[in-house]
């Protein structure tokens, strides 16, 4: 058995007292043979402190108690067991004591002789249990020097430690090597009491042994992160190191430039490909030289750089050829687009006049139509035939003129506008640039972009086009513009006036059928990685999902609706294992559902009339409705959320009706008699125009005649006081909303001839059409026989 205190030189002479004062310490647990400095508050432990040194010799016992509230030492949290330490070098300071211990001997509270600071105790001295000469230990204590010596390669401070203990104690000593061991390592608090209340020295051995090996993983993992970080840290600062001195050697050598030297070079080789204007050029030149004298890490130096690299990048003097062919740009529009002829000869036309003169100068077509009818596909083949470079960007919701005419250069992060960032991206001076959603320019405190497009789309001045940012005159006469718009009713006048407007109507169910077998459906067979011997569709099959799913002007629900199909029909194949699959009219509701629209026949009976109307969505047909209230008394009212255009039509109808009533055969009191109400359906929808007079007119007479309207039969017009019918627009969208609901019995005004005259064959085919002047003309056909 072995007292380590016996074999300590340090302590031969010592006789160690059983009443210590006690003293606790908040983060680990002191071990014997242990020196270090101990921190405590002055002001808690003075007494204590003063107590030790004077009376026991510079004894003190400490006790590991964590979390302790100042003041307060609960009896129950001390640890039975501690450690004996000697004061070596008393506090002198104030506040904060800071003195350095040595461990000696552990010990065990057998009593506690005061309950207030300064702490006292009496205290019992245990002996290590244990044989250590036996081979058992002998193994684990070379096991223990091992995983030190494992360690010592790892942190310098474990080197540190093993000379302290080699000069104080001997390294036979099995009892203070377990300690020591465990004191060298970081584990925590709770653990090291552990191995300090361990009295059975093979225990401790062991646990410590634990200890260590897991320090030694940490180390090496600890180890091998910092060497990749330095590794990393070192590769770079070598880069860095050599780029630097390559540079030194370079320079010396003439072979390369500083920085300010290469960004003048850039800029100038970038100008010798242009052709710029002189006063552009001067404008130019005068940068470079300003470039020159300033230092590259000032910020004026990076504002003057930025403002050269987009002066250069302006692709001045350079153009595409024009492929100049009539039959070669009619073979691009027609792979690209079933029906739509009259807009395809159109687009033609302006190419042909191109051919003729040789050039095709920068013109502004705004291309007008309801949504997903092929505006901005049109643009791109417009681009596609003539071979130039297509930008597109949209207009939609724009509200800062900046957009357009660029920032001007007083703060960091200006920019130029959208047309100089096009010519730097297309880098040629006659491109084809379209302007999408122009009808949906928005106006706030930053300016009016509509305003500032005027400059842009006049082509007698956008030849010297001023952009805000280069502060220089850009010619953009060569481009050709494109726009697009649902309605022209939200463009302002002098913007509209500067373009050509081409009308985009919308597609009858033929060219809708075109249209999904040519190219949607096979789009989207692409799109979805499926093969046309996959996934097949018949005519029958794509007419019903036309006729029943999509009725609207365009052709983008139609390619939703498909794609929905093709959809479904991959579950098919995947869910049944399928080799192809063949979607036939019978599975259409199966897979997309109920249709919304039904082969229903109109709204049919007494005061009821279709009119023909337009929308920014294409044409549309309106059932207006006039019903008797009662006989009471005399009066009129009118619903369908009307706008001031149309509520005007609806008095001028019923003044009309009402004071020629007897001239169509009817009742000269029914009015004086009688409360109507005309109505015109889909109320949540705001409507607006003077187009609808007959249909009101028609009605009202129905309803006093008693006699129901022909059926299939509409009619559009503007109805006078005196019963003249006066023209309307949209003749085209009205004409292909009738065909769709297959009413092919119309009433056009007069005037309008000529526009139903000008549509293709194939939407005049099958229509009896009758042009009237005046309302007798409709009320001699109007009614059944």
Sequence with gaps: MADESTRSPALIADVLPDTLCLMPIP?????????????????????????????????????????????????????????????????????????????IKRFQITEWLSHEAPYRVKVDYPRSQGDRDSHEIRAYAMALINEIKALLPLNPLYGEELKQYLSNFSPNQPSLLADFSAALTTASGDELQDILDSLDLLERMEKVLVLLRREREVAELQGKISGQVNEKLSEQQRNF???????????????????????????EARLADLRVPEAALVKIEAELNKLSVLEPGSPEYGVTRNYLDWATSVPWGKQSTDKLSVAAARDVLNAHHDGLEDVKARILEFIGVGVFKGEIAGSILLLVGPPGVGKTSIGKSIAESLGREF????????????????????????????FIQALKDVKVENPVIMLDEIDKLGQSFQGDPASALLEVLDPEQNSAFLDHYLDLRVDLSKVLFVCTANQLDTIPGPLLDR????????????????????????????????????????????????????????????EKQLS??????????????????????????????????????????????????????????????ANKIHSLNRGFKYTGRLGEVMRESAEIAYSYIMGHLPEFGGDARFFDETLVHLHVPEGATPKDGPSAGVTMASALLSLALGRAVTDKV?????????????????IREKVIAARRVKVNRLFLPKANQKDFEELPEYLQEGLDVTFVDHFTQIYGSLFSS
């Design 27 to 103: 983060h680990r647990p002191f071990f014997p043979g242990q020196i270090q400095p101990v921190v405590v508050n002055a002001g808690e432990w003075e007494s204590t402190l003063e107590r030790a040194v004077s009376q026991d010799n510079g004894l003190l016992a400490l006790v590991f108690v964590p979390d302790r509230t100042p003041g307060e030492l609960p009896r129950e949290r001390v640890p039975a067991t501690g450690c004996v330490v000697r004061l070596h070098r008393p506090p002198q300071s104030q506040g904060n004591h800071q003195f350095l211990v040595q461990g």
């Design 241 to 267: 190191f050599l780029r630097e001195q390559l540079k030194v050697i370079q320079k010396e050598l003439g072979i390369t430039k500083d920085d300010k030297t290469s960004d003048r070079e850039t800029f």
């Design 391 to 418: 930008y597109r960007f949209s207009l939609g919701g724009m509200r800062d003129e900046a957009e357009i005419k660029g920032h001007r250069r007083t703060y960091i992060g200006a920019m130029p506008g959208k």
């Design 499 to 558: 373009m050509e407007v081409i009308r985009l109507a919308g597609y009858i169910a033929e060219e809708k059928l075109a249209i999904a077998k040519n190219h949607l459906w096979p789009k989207l067979l692409a799109k979805h990685g499926a093969k046309r011997s996959q996934i097949r569709i018949n005519d029958a099959a794509l007419k019903y999902v036309i006729n029943a799913y999509c009725r609207e002007a365009g052709v983008r629900n139609l």
């Design 564 to 625: 929905r199909l093709i959809r479904k029909a991959i579950m098919e194949l995947l869910e049944r294992d399928l080799a192809r699959l063949s979607i036939s009219k019978a599975q259409i509701e199966t897979f997309l559902g109920k249709p919304p629209f039904s082969d229903d026949k109109p709204i049919r009976g007494v005061g009821v009339v279709t009119g023909l109307a337009w929308t920014s969505m294409g044409g549309a047909t309106l059932s207006i409705e």
């Design 714 to 730: 509409a009619m559009t017009g503007e109805l006078s006081l005196t019963g003249s019918v006066l023209p309307v627009g949209g």
